[in-house]
């Protein structure tokens, strides 16, 4: 193009929310109609963290664009036979045919009944990453909401896709769904295989770059070096899934070769349970009368309910108490009279006396005085007594955190490595105050958009928690969803986010093999599909196709053919990132390490129309709302809030009438004016047309607001640690329940629930699995784990040409990361092809050489493997989900599972497609 | 302002990224080195027989013929070859330019001495070639990327090669006379010299090894073996020139070692020369003499190791 | 006098490519062809290992190799230090190439897109002049910095005015200004760290610096 031509040039604001670790705000640059290029949005660099600046993954939004692979028509299925060797036989249809098709399938249903004979939903979703999608479906939840009871259990991967155990523990301790240091005041981490620096997204590395200019000690403690091990002042390696075990060593060096002083006591004392009394039972003893737990009062000599206003609680001793009762499983009720006990905090301290550093070295392969000098180090950055000013109000300063990755997070261990890791920061007060381990959102718990609001006091001196009954009356004897969540784990409660939360692949398991004391599940009748890839991104990725085959019927909203929507029988082409619009929720303190100074609401609007018949996502969600008979739901469902705002409050009300059709703008219109009235308090109502202008509105957000401390203070109440007696009772009901109804496969699960975690030979389960598998332990000597790309990390992009190109900058992207001296010892060389094997699959790629890894470990980044996906299919790149089972049997109490299992390597030739060296 | 400091060096590592095979210029690129070389020689060997008034048209000819092939061949290799004459535009700096107007200069001479059989001219023309040929040599010198090229003993290599190649070559195009076979071996010998001498260079360069790698492999080694053997042949048909026997069967004994010789010499100077432009063109290894301090200062950072074997693991 | 340099900082980088992408897109580059990108690499023997990423990309030399070489007279050096190539006036002899001792530079000879043979509307509306058969590299965006200039931005400080890879570095590892204005963030940046220059003793005084330390000697 000649210089002298005019341009018309524009600059459309937008959001990345790509990743969990967003949102991020981007400015679109448009030259005559053409998305060219994405910029960081400038006019955000005072209120972003990361200083309006986007990831990687948002430059290859053009690319995504533009992409010629994409699917543009909706299509429908031509070939009745489903699975990995059918053509699917797509073929173009005209949008009115594609949703009339759904729904008549839809209102059949409806005619038919919501749930199946057997209870279940008869309709199913499946969204991707940690609810990101939710941020591109437009208006569809309202859609959802309108519907009814709908399936979330087919879940689209666990392991590195989810901090699944923080989730769950990290909610029910400290409100603390997904947690992060305080990395703004922070002077030590000890990050258990957190790999923030590719998944903690832009906020998360502009602080930690700011935390290392100014000299934090970050120990990265993990099997590689990855690039987050790598940004840190140490690396330690680890042997996998031993994180408990060291941790578990850090507090015992902690509590038993150190003063108490070094402790703070006063946290302990007056903010956790650390008093409570805890009789032989393992119940806490309690007032008869009052049933409160009682503590041991200093100054009275005498046990006294937790509450009682003058008393000084003692931290440690045992004593015997008069006259007390204990509450076990199902209300049951024991009286003890001269009742022996021991302080919470005794037990614990009980619990962690055989986990020495010599005990863990043994265990963990790192030196016993790498891990005194790490307890050491801990202490001496806490700054116990110290304080700082926050918005005007003293706080106490304790910068240091401990955070945990997700293998770590996920699968047998994780419980262990949950406790321990809050109670290191316990231990020294170092919960949920400046510098310290923070809890960012809640997703069990509401409001999701202040997590100091979901703060209500509950039983015994603690917040509320919302778990699942487990009582004799009110269990759910019969799973109300397909991974039976409310049945099998109580911690996961039942908010909407509950199901995605339960074991997400028992649905896919138990689609095949149900348990023999439920009704065979049947499979949904209709499944909608968004922004998520199962067929890559679960486990024993072979087996997950062949259960999705069998579904009946499967909408995929689709961007380019995929595995998944391979086996679908409508595609419909929504409207993409830089093609729809939506307005979504900013800042305040969100995912990971998103924790801002303001908080608001930022646009997504069309950049360039969109490709050929793809339609908005708010335009499909009104036209199946209308099409199935559910417009007056769903617009009642939209005047709620569904589309992320009530449309009515204190002084405004933008509500629309519930029985017309209204366009995409019309809806987002309202949602923008309430959303700012909402913020303003009705101060100040801004249109969609100022969001297309202006991109972004938002207000300050109190920097107090990250830390979850002052609120327990003003509330008076206490963090339910370090002792477990509830989740002891509930896990003891479980088990009642369980063999009432005659379950015993769950038995493994149970012996989780433990008042105070103890070590069990957490990777030997892996060996076991081989070995249960009916193989041989011995001939897989290697432990196969996964890590993160950033380019890739949750952003469909293994068809992006742009990030496989970038991503190659780095070392073992789309190939097996093995120790180099371990490969000489097998006769491989760099760039060899090799074949990763276990009792569940193969795969095979390149060998990448490196001293950054246990000679034990290979990981394999990513996540590919791909078989239809345009570029990707071609890419030839190994991936571990071939290799993890879908297991019961590694399956631990919450459900998860983790990215490791025990493997294979040899050396072979290159495969036929695969260009040589 | 402080001076660009590397004295952490005593405190960390410093890490480099191993050199990668450049891969802009091939074979074609070689071809100029060769024929540019070989076409030299011949043309100092046509004035040397001009003026012991051998006929000297063929060699003259052959030799401006592989000039002008060896450039036609690096035209066919640039980007934008209907720009070729922009190459002219910086004599002030560029070797690469100076080669091109040497050649632009010395063909024409060449073509009339040819035509004119004239001696003179022929000299002259041998003159330029022979700065041609320095041109060349330090066009490769010049090239600072290439750890294999950038040695000052590649311009004695380039020099003495193709005055090696091109005396060899002459002897098969009938200048097998004494002093034929007496500039042959000389520069066979003087290539020997150069080569030792453009190895050594290599061997102190820290960045040399895969580029010594591939000169150490098994096919160079054996041709620089059949190179000291066309050498050896050379040398027989030079002493049987010098003993002043002669005969029948003796004449064509020494034809055929000199023109076994001389090809054998020429065509393993070829070999080595095609290898040097490709396969032994390496970039030199980027040094990086410190790790950052990430953080809090590593207990490590006082061991003082020593900077060590570094691998690049991307593609 | 004005002499614009880019300092990275290590400790910062985290090697995450950021800048190689905001750098391919702003200026259409082929694939396979970066004018920036981020060096991994790594050094020690397990379990002491330590991994650096280093970004690089053209160093504009105040003594530019691959300027002495050039034969066609493309390369050139601007009064404020950036190297620039002509397109126009380039051959695409890769004689540059052999001569930057910093790899800094790149040739295509034939066009090729990201999704094959045909360029997609956005890679068609990006197209450079021609940058098929003509060596290419980072020319630190100076299209920006003209641009900002005339309109009074100062490069490295008013984003319009800096280049694309600066703007869009999420760990703050990259800066990029004026070295002369002793004022400047530049100069302050290099005043307060300890840093090196790669290569520095083949005299090419390059532009690029890295900081790895705070600190001065």
Redesign the interface.
């Known amino acids: ?1 000649s210089a002298a031509v005019k341009r018309d040039v524009r600059e459309v604001p937008s959001f990345c929310y790509n990743c969990v670790a967003g949102p991020d705000l981007m400015t679109v640059r448009v ?2 109609g ?7 949005r ?1 006019e955000a660099a005072a209120v972003h963290p ?2 309006g ?4 993954k948002a ?2 939004l ?2 995504k ?5 994409r699917v543009l028509t909706p299509m429908k299925r031509t070939n009745p036979r489903k699975g990995r060797n059918e053509d699917p036989g797509f073929v173009p249809i005209s949008w009115d045919e594609a949703l009339d098709t759904i729904a008549a399938r839809l209102k059949d249903i409806r005619a038919r009944g919501l749930l199946n004979e057997a209870g279940l939903p008869r309709v199913a979703a499946t969204f991707g990453h940690g609810g990101t999608p939710q941020s591109y479906m437009g208006t569809f939840p309202a859609f959802l909401s309108a519907w009814g009871p709908i399936d979330y259990s087919f879940g689209s991967g666990q392991g590195v896709k989810c901090v699944h155990s923080e989730h769950l523990y990290g909610e029910f301790w400290h409100r603390g769904f997904t947690v992060a240091a305080d990395t703004v005041h922070t002077r030590y981490i000890i990050s258990c295989g957190a790999n923030v ?2 998944s903690g997204g ?1 906020c998360a ?2 602080r ?6 100014r ?4 120990v990265q403690v993990e099997p590689h ?1 990855s ?9 330690v ?1 680890i042997k996998p899934k031993t994180d408990a075990a060291f941790l578990f060593a850090l507090i015992h060096e902690i509590l038993f070769a150190h003063p108490r002083e070094r402790l703070d006591l006063a946290f302990l004392r007056d903010r956790t349970a650390s008093p409570y009394l805890v009789a032989e039972d393992g119940y806490y003893l309690r007032d008869p009368e009052s049933r409160k737990p009682l503590l041991w009062d200093e100054i009275s000599g005498r046990a006294v309910a937790f509450d009682t206003e003058g008393a000084r609680p003692t931290l440690e001793g045992r004593f015997t108490v008069a006259d007390a009762i204990t509450q076990g499983p199902d209300g049951e009720i024991r009286s003890w009279t001269k009742a022996a006990c021991r302080t919470a905090f005794t037990a614990m301290v009980d619990a962690m006396a055989p986990y020495s550093p010599d005990w863990a070295a043994e265990i963990c392969e790192i030196p016993a005085a790498t891990i005194r000098r790490i307890a050491a180090e801990f202490l001496d950055h806490a700054c116990v007594g110290e304080t700082i000013e926050i918005d005007g109000e003293t706080l106490p300063y304790r910068p240091v955190a401990v955070t945990l990755g997700k293998t770590v997070n996920n699968g047998w261990g994780a419980y262990e490595c949950c406790w321990a890791r809050t109670m290191l920061a316990t231990l020294v007060g170092a919960l949920e105050v400046p510098g310290g381990t923070l809890g960012t959102t809640v997703r069990l718990n509401r409001p999701h958009e202040n997590r100091l609001k979901s703060v209500v006091p509950g039983e015994d001196g603690f917040m509320a928690a919302h778990f699942n009954p487990t009582g004799r009356n009110e269990w759910q004897a019969t799973p109300s969803g397909r991974n039976a969540h409310r049945t099998l784990v109580p911690i996961v409660g039942n908010s909407p986010w509950a199901q995605a939360l339960g074991p997400t692949h028992l649905a896919w398991m138990f689609s095949r093999d149900a348990p023999k004391e439920w009704p065979q599940p049947e499979l949904p009748e209709l499944w909608f599909v968004f922004r998520s890839n199962p067929a890559i991104a679960f486990w024993d990725t072979a087996k997950i196709s062949d259960a999705m085959a069998r579904m009946p019927f499967i909408v995929a909203f689709a961007y380019t053919f995929d595995e998944t929507n391979h086996m679908a029988d409508i595609l419909l082409p929504e409207a993409g990132d830089l093609e729809s619009t939506q307005l979504i929720r900013i800042g305040g303190s969100k995912y990971v390490e998103q924790y801002w100074s303001h908080h608001g609401f930022a646009l997504r609007t069309p950049a360039v129309a969109p490709r050929g018949q793809a339609r908005d996502f708010t335009w499909i969600a009104t036209e199946l709302a209308a099409r199935t008979g559910l417009i007056e739901r769903y617009n009642a469902a939209l005047n709620r809030g569904a589309a992320g705002v009530p449309l009515s409050g204190e002084g405004y009300d933008f509500r629309l009438p519930i029985e017309q059709i209204h366009s995409v703008d019309t809806i987002w219109d309202a949602v923008c004016k309430a959303a700012t009235a909402e913020l303003s308090h009705g101060a100040e109502v801004h249109d969609l047309d100022w969001f297309r202008a202006h991109g972004h509105y938002v207000v300050p957000f109190k920097r107090e607001d990250w830390y979850l401390y002052p609120t327990m203070v003003r509330l008076g109440l206490r963090f339910e640690l370090p002792y477990q007696e509830r989740l002891l009772r509930v896990g003891a009901e479980l088990r009642r329940r369980l063999h009432e109804h005659n379950i015993h496969w769950w038995d493994s699960q149970l012996d989780e629930y433990l008042p105070l975690p103890q070590w069990h030979d957490v990777p030997e389960r892996w060996v076991r699995a081989i070995r249960a598998q009916g193989y041989d332990p011995e001939d897989f000597p290697f432990w196969g784990i996964t890590t993160k790309m ?2 890739y990390a949750a952003g469909n992009n293994a068809g992006i ?3 496989d ?9 789309g190939a097996v990361i093995m ?3 371990t490969a000489a010892r097998l006769g491989i060389n ?1 760039n060899d092809w090799v074949e990763v094997r276990s009792p569940t699959g193969t795969t095979e790629g390149r060998a ?8 034990d470990t290979v990981v394999i980044p990513g996540q590919f493997a791909h078989w239809k996906t345009p ?1 990707a299919k071609d890419l030839a790149y190994p991936s571990l989900n071939r290799l993890v089972p879908l297991s019961l049997e590694l399956t631990d109490a919450t459900g998860s599972g983790a990215d490791v299992v025990r493997v294979a390597v040899r050396k072979i030739a290159p495969p036929a497609r695969a260009g040589a060296a | 302002m402080n001076t660009s400091n590397a004295t952490g060096r005593q405190q960390n590592s410093g890490v480099a990224l191993a050199s990668r095979r450049q891969r802009y210029w091939d074979l074609r690129a070689a071809g100029n080195f060769i024929g540019g070389g070989s076409g030299t020689g011949l043309i100092v060997a046509a004035a040397v027989a001009a003026t012991s008034g051998t006929p000297f048209r063929v060699p003259l000819l052959l030799g401006l013929a592989l000039i002008a092939a060896g450039l036609t061949l690096v035209w066919l290799e640039i980007g934008k070859p209907w720009r070729a004459l922009h190459v002219f535009f910086q004599p002030r700096t560029s070797w690469m330019t100076r080669e091109g107007i040497v050649a632009s200069v010395m063909i024409p001479f060449g073509v009339v001495a040819a035509a004119a059989a004239n001696p003179a001219l022929t000299w002259l023309t041998a003159v330029l070639a022979v700065g041609f040929l320095y041109c060349q040599a330090r066009i490769l010198r010049a090239a600072r990327a290439i750890v294999a090229w950038r040695q000052k003993e590649i311009v004695g290599l380039i020099l003495a090669a193709g005055l090696a190649e091109g005396f060899a070559l002459a002897l098969i195009v009938g200048l097998r006379g004494g002093i034929g076979l007496g500039l042959a071996v000389a520069a066979g010998l003087a290539r020997e010299f150069a080569w030792h001498r453009y190895c050594a260079a290599l061997r102190r360069e820290p960045g040399a090894a895969a580029s010594l790698a591939v000169f150490g492999a098994p096919v160079p080694r054996r041709l620089a073996f059949v190179q000291r053997v066309g050498l050896a042949l050379i040398a027989a048909a030079l002493i049987v020139s010098l003993a002043g026997v002669s005969g029948t069967a003796i004449d064509a004994a020494s034809a055929v070692l000199a023109i076994g010789g001389g090809a054998l010499l020429a065509l393993t100077s070829w070999g080595m020369k095609a290898l040097l432009i490709t396969r032994a063109a390496f970039t030199g290894a980027l040094i990086v003499p410190v790790t950052p301090i990430r953080g809090a200062r590593p207990e490590s950072a006082a061991d003082g190791k020593a900077p060590a074997l570094v691998q690049r693991h991307a593609r | 006098m004005t002499r614009y340099v880019m300092v990275a900082d290590l400790r910062r980088c985290v090697g995450c490519q950021t800048c190689t992408a905001a750098c391919k897109e702003g200026n259409g580059t082929p694939p396979g062809v970066q004018w920036r990108r981020v060096l991994d690499l790594e050094v020690g023997t397990y379990p002491d290992v330590s991994r650096v990423f280093v970004p690089i990309g053209c160093q504009h030399c105040a003594n530019p190799p691959c300027m002495e070489v050039c034969p066609s007279t493309a390369t050139r050096q601007r009064p404020d230090g950036i190297i620039t190539i002509d397109e126009d006036l380039c051959i695409g002899c890769s004689y540059c190439i052999m001569a930057c001792p910093y790899d800094a530079r790149s040739l295509v000879e034939e066009p090729h897109y990201a999704f094959g043979d045909t360029p997609t509307e956005a890679e068609a509306a990006r197209r450079r002049k021609n940058l098929v058969g003509v060596a290419s590299k980072c020319n630190f965006c100076v299209g920006r910095i003209d641009a900002g200039t005339a309109r009074g931005l100062v490069p490295g400080q008013d984003p319009e005015a800096t280049p694309l890879c600066v703007n869009a570095c999420i760990s703050g590892a990259l800066s990029f200004g004026d070295i002369d204005d002793p004022d400047g963030p530049v100069a302050r940046l290099l005043a307060e760290n300890r840093w090196f220059r790669l290569k520095e003793r083949e005299g090419t005084d390059p532009g690029f610096y890295y900081i790895w330390d705070k600190g001065t000697l």
């Open positions: 193009m030259e005559n053409v998305a060219v290029r994405i910029e960081p400038q990361g200083l600046r986007v990831c990687v430059f290859g053009v690319q664009t533009y992409n010629p692979h620096e590719v832009v590395v502009r930690h770059a700011d935390a290392r200019i000299g934090v000690k970050r070096l690039p987050t091990a790598a940004c840190s002042t140490e690396w390696p950033m380019a040409p742009l990030m190109e970038v991503s190659a900058n780095l070392r073992g992207h120790n180099a001296d760099h990448c050489l490196v001293q950054g890894c246990r000679p570029i």
